[in-house]
């Protein structure tokens, strides 16, 4: 069974950092790109970044390029969010999801995800 | 980038009644080379991750129950819910994944009316 657990949510200050894991088991990690996907309290989901199987080719949404790096670990079958520099506007529940292998890039399996929340 | 517009905001339907969500691209998502859409539809219920519905946008996920269809090309697309259940209250979201960023709709939420 496929399971994508996110963990590292957590209350930041402004300008503040943290880093999102999220931990893949029940399919093979190496063969999938991965997604970071956010939804804030009560609106709509957001793209925010994705990472090839590699970890060769990456990409990101203007409104966090230059301050979030997404990462993966192979061999601990493990995808991060670095975030740094936070704003009140990061504040979200983040999911990771997974892009089928060889597919055009929907997001077949989705985390439960994790709480970001900046505030002072 | 590629803005999804969804229609409308939020629906209610009597059950077992059909109800019919939009979307709409700013740009085509169709990749001639292979003529392919690339869009798909997600079902997001209350406190739960979204959910893959449709995509290619026609071909229904595996364990998706058949009263969900996708239909449309190009710009204009459909998701069909042929005859509503109680457990079909949820936002519905499109999203494209012909291009980065991906981008969602705002959102559908159905309801019973």
């Known amino acids: 069974e496929v399971q994508l657990v996110e963990s590292g949510g957590d209350l930041v200050q402004p300008g503040g950092s943290l880093r999102l894991s999220c931990a893949a088991s029940g399919f093979t990690f190496s063969n999938s790109w991965m997604h970071w996907v956010r939804q804030a309290p009560g609106k709509g989901l957001l793209w925010v970044s994705r990472i090839s199987s590699d970890g060769s080719s990456t990409s990101y949404a203007d409104s966090v390029k230059g301050r979030f790096t997404i990462s993966r670990d192979n061999a601990k079958n493990t995808l991060y969010l670095q975030m740094n520099s936070l704003r009140a506007e990061d504040t979200a529940v983040y999911y990771c999801?997974?892009?089928?292998?060889?597919?055009?890039?929907?997001?077949?399996?989705w985390g439960q995800g994790t709480l970001v929340t900046v505030s002072s | 980038d590629i803005v999804m517009t969804q229609s409308p905001d939020s629906l209610a339907v009597s059950l077992g009644e059909r109800a019919t969500i939009n979307c709409k691209s700013s740009q085509s998502v169709l990749y001639s080379s292979n003529n392919k859409n690339y869009f798909a539809w997600y079902q997001q219920k209350s406190g739960q991750p979204p959910k893959l519905l449709i995509y290619w946008a026609s071909t229904r996920e595996s364990g998706v129950p058949d009263r969900f269809s996708g239909s449309g090309s190009g710009t204009d697309f459909t998701l069909t819910i042929s005859s509503l259940q109680a457990e079909d209250v949820a936002v519905y979201y499109c999203h494209q994944y012909y291009t980065t960023p991906h981008t969602f709709g705002q959102g559908t939420k159905l309801e019973i009316k």
């Open positions: 999801a997974r892009d089928p292998p060889g597919s055009g890039s929907w997001f077949d399996y």
